[in-house]
């Protein structure tokens, strides 16, 4: 193949460019060129994309003697389970509402009966939505108290993590800002447990909400504060990097574990590819939600470790216990093209790399 002169120009400078003798064959890039290496790496194990991708279960209704029991089952999940689901979800939202109303707006001069009467219904509201798709969920561990200085960690993935550990202990959550019905459930109802909400496209919102956390953990009576450090769902098989926001409020980081059964129902929520509303649509129409929640011992940063070390050892706390593999990847990546910068690095390595192969 001939190279293409005028690309590599770019990179190098016109006097440490030599006229080659010969043609430069393929084979001989691939060996001599590490980017072409990785590149070709990626394509046959792409570890990224492997991360946010659904993997549908392997089908089984394949023979005459199976299909008639899946068309049971179809007619089962969606005929007689769904309609239950959606009458429990409702009768909860009316409990909910006709309850949380009047305790929101009636009781503004008595802060700390109605704070604690908030978060009952907070939780009482997360268990019909456990219970609307058949929730089976152990928790193993200590539950969760009100202390100041602490802060709890969670891999993520689907933003019913926040449901399932909201039944159990009404925490106050980051996350980012949703629109529609999600968005204005997080702008009336979860703001009153003293949930922080971002937009990530906001780069003024870092700094706001940084202040918001270290304001939020010095408070005695305020709800543990929850936060989802991976800052985007991942299936459930792999943890991506970990922000290092949580580690540096100086405070202890309390790991939490939550790993889902996938023999009913894959609760992973690729947010590109389908709605909240059809999100939940598909896990009320599942057999159940299997899952298992671990409250893992509280860490503190040891002397001498930075905030992006004591990240990577409660990642692997985490990773460990919910039996998920690590990946050195930046979830935000999902979101955005890598850096002009690291474009250009990998540019001038690669042409450095053709130009000494044809200096020998």
């Given at each position: 193949?001939?190279?293409?002169?005028?690309?590599?120009?770019?990179?190098?400078?016109?006097?440490?460019?030599?006229?080659?003798?010969?043609?430069?064959?393929l084979r001989d890039l691939l060996d001599i060129s590490p980017t072409l290496t990785e590149a070709a790496g990626a394509i046959i194990d792409d570890s990224f994309t492997?991360?946010?991708?659904?993997?549908?279960?392997?089908?089984?209704n394949w023979n005459v003697y199976l299909f008639p029991l899946w068309c049971f089952g179809v007619v089962v999940r969606y005929g007689i389970l769904f309609p239950v689901r959606v009458l429990v979800l409702t009768v909860g939202w009316i409990i909910f509402l006709s309850s949380f109303i009047p305790v929101h707006f009636l009781l503004k001069g008595n802060d700390k009966c109605r704070r604690k009467l908030e978060r009952y219904l907070v939780e009482l509201i997360c268990s019909f939505f456990v219970a609307s798709w058949t929730g089976v969920v152990?928790?193993?561990?200590?539950?969760?108290?009100?202390?100041?200085?602490?802060?709890?960690?969670?891999?993520?993935?689907?933003?019913?993590?926040?449901?399932?550990?909201?039944?159990?202990?009404?925490?106050?959550?980051?996350?980012?800002?949703?629109?529609?019905?999600?968005?204005?459930?997080?702008?009336t109802i979860l703001e009153s447990v003293g949930c922080i909400w971002f937009n990530r496209s906001e780069a003024k919102d870092r700094e706001i909400v940084a202040r918001k956390l270290r304001e939020h953990v010095q408070g005695a009576d305020n709800n543990p504060l929850l936060i989802f450090p991976e800052g985007t769902c991942v299936n459930n098989h792999y943890t991506v990097m970990f922000k290092k926001g949580a580690f540096?409020?100086?405070c202890t980081v309390c790991p939490i574990?939550?790993?889902?059964?996938?023999?009913?129902?894959?609760?992973?929520?690729?947010?590109?590819?389908?709605?909240?509303?059809?999100?939940?649509?598909?896990?009320?129409?599942?057999?159940?939600?299997?899952c298992d929640v671990w409250y893992l011992e509280p860490q503190n940063l040891k002397p001498g470790e930075t905030a992006i070390e004591f990240a990577e050892r409660v990642r692997d706390i985490i990773s460990v216990r919910?039996?998920?593999k690590k990946v050195p990847w930046d979830g935000y990546l999902k979101y955005s093209r890598p850096s002009p910068k690291h474009t250009e690095q990998k540019q001038q390595i690669f042409?450095?790399?053709?130009?000494?192969?044809?200096?020998?």
């Open positions: 193949m001939d190279l293409d002169r005028p690309n590599i120009e770019e990179y190098l400078t016109t006097d440490s460019i030599h006229k080659p003798h010969e043609k430069l064959l492997r991360c946010f991708k659904s993997n549908p279960p392997e089908p089984w152990k928790y193993h561990g200590p539950r969760p108290s009100i202390r100041p200085k602490q802060v709890f960690v969670a891999n993520h993935t689907s933003m019913i993590d926040f449901i399932v550990l909201e039944q159990m202990t009404a925490f106050a959550v980051i996350m980012q800002k949703h629109p529609g019905w999600v968005g204005l459930l997080q702008s540096e409020l100086g574990a939550i790993k889902y059964n996938k023999i009913f129902v894959d609760a992973f929520w690729n947010s590109r590819q389908q709605s909240f509303t059809m999100h939940l649509l598909r896990l009320m129409t599942s057999w159940a939600v299997v919910a039996g998920l042409a450095e790399s053709v130009l000494r192969r044809l200096e020998e």
